[in-house]
């Protein structure tokens, strides 16, 4: 293995996990951060033909290689691939910042954490400019205990759902999220993830996709600038708003396509 690692005595006793696919833009940045805070990372990649797999195990990661199951159900599999149950979410554009190291390191001086889930922010990192740590955050659940909480069996959806008297502790510091390289990439995944929702996700009705096709995106674009904060991010913030905005109303067309087709078998 490559990169530089701390002692396993110096980290606490949590697997971080990544799945992947043509992800070597980032995947040894991404590696080598959460080896600052984890005993172990996980990549699960799911066929890369790039340098993915090189960079990772380069960086410290120890890679599994399987087909692709779906959102929720290659989170399972990983979990499942991880020695620790205390578990670290990340994508393979999301870098450890420092401070979420330091945070993450202080919950497990004295033992176990006292929450089983932990919210996490993600700040956006755009391409051109800084990171917006201070609006337009997302937030996710990342560290949590695999005894307690697993990632939904699901196909097209990965989001934790926390159940009901579940305590959820708190992270201040973000992840730094490199979500994208530019515009072109922007509508690329959001166009991409919204046929594995519409196709994946429970139907609508007719009329309700109608509605929503009629006036959704200037709703989806005005909750991400106004409510979101995108606002603040000056021209940028309002082009990334509208780009999410018609990400979004995209799945709604598409999910009145599938009713179409569906009427037709």
Known sequence: MGGFIIEDRERPPVSAYIRTLNEERMIGEVVTAALAITREVVVVDSGSSDKTIE???????RVIEHEW???GRQKRLAEDACQYDWLLDLDADEIVSPELASEIR????TGEPPHKVYRTMLALVPPHGDPWLNFA???????YDRRAIRAPDHVAWDQFIIPAGMSVGRLRAPILHYAFTGAAQLMGKLNRNSSVRADALP???RGYLALRIVFGL?????????LQQYVRGGLYGFSLALLSAHGRWLRDVKMYE????DRKK
């Open 55 to 61: 960079i990772a195990r380069d960086a410290g990661a």
């Open 69 to 71: 199951l779906g959102n």
């Open 106 to 109: 202080a919950l497990f001086e």
């Open 137 to 143: 955050l997302q937030t996710r659940h990342k560290l």
């Open 203 to 205: 139907p609508k009705t």
């Open 218 to 226: 200037p709703v989806y674009f005005l909750k991400k600038y106004i």
């Open 258 to 261: 599938r009713q179409m087709r």
